[in-house]
């Protein structure tokens, strides 16, 4: 495969740098202070952070409204570093699971004795590093040039990347240029992602986003009750979270301490219910601002929200239209075929991605 340049340092840029090994990845480690300077704003109202994982700041240059239900972790690792490392292995190749296994991940499975959790799906996993961590996949990538990617230009056939260093205590500006040959995969986080192409003016005024999202709940039970949320309708899909993994989920450890499983004899559980029913929002940019158009209060619940069009166009088929030789990976660009885990679907589009690149180039 020609020059490959992968942007995000997230779950689906992780899988990228898997499938393509030599490929250069492009994603901040942090941002020095300075940064701000340059334009970039602090986005309070996309913060997601938990007391005991990493912390992150959302920055970046399109303002967003503060219901939009988006959420941001400008940090490598990205959300990595606070999910639930959740998998549904039933539709991956076993060639794929084990090309993971031999970068040093672990497909347990979920048990109420050793993990603290449970599903109503029997091909569910959890992916966990060698030391039963759930994966944080800032742990697998370095090293990757420590920047941040502000806009693509397209001159005389030539992609030139704009790119904010954050090397030091000093942010300062540089470019990366791609020719024709090279392929360039943006996977950065959702709101990340719309921030580069409002910057590229690939968006613009008036442009209407529309997401798409499985509704969830959280259902509090008790294993002693004869009512068990577990029987609901096979539709729908259920983790079970018994004491020890819910409050070290809560708080962001990627593994739940020995000495917290004795929470578990009592009983309790809560139940994470995704199910079948889909809901979409739609944004709109007005006046340099993403607006929330229409959509439920309960958007960006699960934080697996999918399948972005712009302008009713699906992600990929818009941005061939205006990037040569470029292409999305990630929860904005899959279309998640059933509620639950959304990591599977990002999987599959990467080996898809990447083999038709391959063929492409053999030709």
Same mark, same amino acid.
């Given at each position: 495969?020609?020059?490959?340049?992968?942007?995000?340092?997230?779950?689906?840029?992780?899988?990228?740098?898997? $499938?393509?090994?030599?490929?250069?990845?492009?994603?901040?480690?942090?941002?020095?202070?300075?940064?701000?300077?340059?334009?970039?704003?602090?986005?309070?109202?996309?913060?997601? @952070?938990? /007391?005991?994982?990493?912390?992150?700041?959302?920055?970046?240059?399109?303002?967003?409204?503060?219901?939009?239900? $988006?959420?941001?972790?400008?940090?490598?690792?990205?959300?990595?570093?606070?999910?639930?490392?959740?998998?549904?292995?039933?539709?991956?190749?076993?060639?794929?699971?084990?090309?993971?296994?031999?970068?040093?991940?672990?497909?347990?499975?979920?048990?109420?004795?050793?993990?603290?959790?449970?599903? @109503?799906?029997? +091909?569910? &996993?959890?992916?966990?590093?060698?030391?039963?961590?759930? =994966?944080?996949?800032?742990?697998?990538?370095?090293?990757?040039?420590?920047?941040?990617?502000?806009?693509?230009?397209?001159?005389?056939?030539?992609? !030139?990347?704009? =790119?904010?260093?954050?090397?030091?205590?000093?942010?300062?500006?540089?470019?990366?240029? $791609? @020719?024709?040959?090279?392929?360039?995969?943006?996977?950065?986080?959702?709101?990340?992602? /719309?921030?580069?192409?409002?910057?590229?003016?690939?968006?613009?005024?008036?442009?209407?986003?529309?997401? %798409?999202?499985?509704?969830?709940?959280?259902?509090?039970?008790?294993?002693?009750?004869?009512? +068990?949320?577990?029987?609901?309708?096979?539709? @729908?899909?259920?983790?079970?979270?018994?004491?020890?993994?819910?409050?070290?989920?809560?708080?962001?450890?990627?593994?739940?301490?020995?000495?917290?499983?004795?929470?578990?004899?009592?009983?309790?559980?809560? %139940?994470?219910?995704?199910? +079948?029913?889909?809901?979409?929002? &739609?944004?709109?940019?007005?006046?340099?601002?993403?607006?929330?158009? =229409?959509?439920?209060?309960?958007?960006?619940?699960?934080? !697996?929200?999918?399948?972005? &069009?712009?302008?009713?166009?699906?992600?990929?088929?818009?941005?061939?239209?205006?990037?040569?030789?470029?292409?999305?990976?990630?929860?904005?660009?899959?279309?998640?075929?059933?509620?639950?885990? /959304? +990591?599977?679907?990002?999987? =599959?589009?990467?080996?898809? $991605?990447?083999?038709?690149?391959?063929?492409?180039?053999?030709?």
């Amino acid at each position: 495969m020609d020059d490959a340049f992968i942007v995000g340092g997230g779950f689906s840029g992780f899988i990228l740098k898997t $499938l393509i090994p030599n490929a250069t990845i492009i994603t901040p480690i942090h941002f020095p202070t300075p940064t701000l300077s340059s334009g970039m704003q602090q986005r309070h109202a996309l913060d997601i @952070n938990k /007391i005991c994982a990493k912390k992150s700041k959302s920055f970046g240059f399109l303002k967003f409204a503060k219901n939009t239900g $988006l959420h941001d972790r400008l940090i490598i690792g990205g959300n990595s570093s606070i999910w639930g490392g959740f998998i549904d292995i039933s539709r991956l190749d076993p060639a794929i699971v084990e090309e993971l296994s031999q970068v040093g991940l672990f497909f347990s499975r979920l048990t109420p004795k050793e993990i603290g959790v449970s599903s @109503n799906r029997s +091909s569910y &996993r959890q992916l966990h590093d060698s030391f039963g961590r759930i =994966l944080d996949t800032s742990l697998f990538l370095e090293p990757v040039r420590n920047s941040y990617l502000r806009s693509i230009k397209v001159e005389k056939g030539h992609r !030139h990347l704009k =790119l904010i260093d954050c090397e030091g205590s000093i942010s300062s500006d540089s470019e990366i240029v $791609l @020719n024709s040959d090279s392929i360039l995969y943006l996977a950065p986080g959702v709101c990340q992602l /719309i921030d580069i192409l409002y910057n590229s003016e690939i968006l613009s005024e008036g442009d209407r986003l529309e997401f %798409d999202e499985y509704k969830m709940k959280w259902v509090l039970g008790w294993a002693y009750s004869n009512k +068990s949320p577990m029987k609901v309708d096979d539709k @729908n899909t259920i983790i079970r979270y018994f004491p020890s993994a819910a409050l070290s989920h809560a708080i962001g450890l990627q593994k739940a301490p020995r000495k917290l499983r004795f929470l578990n004899v009592f009983g309790f559980f809560l %139940d994470q219910v995704y199910l +079948s029913e889909i809901v979409t929002s &739609r944004f709109t940019i007005t006046n340099g601002v993403l607006l929330k158009e =229409l959509g439920g209060g309960g958007f960006g619940k699960s934080i !697996h929200y999918f399948n972005l &069009r712009i302008n009713g166009t699906p992600l990929n088929e818009y941005i061939a239209k205006h990037l040569p030789n470029t292409f999305i990976l990630g929860m904005a660009s899959v279309v998640q075929t059933k509620p639950g885990p /959304i +990591s599977n679907d990002i999987v =599959l589009q990467a080996v898809n $991605l990447v083999k038709a690149h391959r063929k492409v180039c053999e030709l």
